[in-house]
């Protein structure tokens, strides 16, 4: 049995491409990576976040590059969103960055 996908993307997600859609995400700091001080947001409860800017945008983002500036040290979260993916793919279209 084929199960058909019919809202497959025909846009082919790449590294040339990404437009760091999910960088606009709330992420959890769940484990130690080495996430620098000056990305760390703390709530009153003492949960740890990526710090976003006013914007919404990580403040880890380079926004010229969309590249991450401290990649070796991000996040577990962001360490398993997959590019291309379908949780990729949907923050793409929701964003409208084809």
Request: aromatic residues 8%; contains cysteine; hydrophobic residues 40%.
């Amino acid at each position: 049995m084929t199960i058909h996908i019919k809202n497959e993307s025909k846009v082919a997600v790449s590294c040339a491409n990404c437009q760091a859609s999910c960088c606009r995400l709330e992420v959890m700091i769940l484990s130690d990576t080495g996430v620098p001080e000056a990305h760390i947001s703390r709530d009153k409860w003492g949960a740890e976040t990526m710090l976003r800017l006013d914007d919404g945008w990580c403040s880890a983002i380079n926004r010229e590059t969309f590249m991450c500036s401290i990649y070796e040290n991000r996040p577990l979260i962001c360490r398993e969103f997959e590019l291309g993916a379908f949780e990729c793919m949907n923050e793409r279209a929701a964003q409208v960055v084809f």
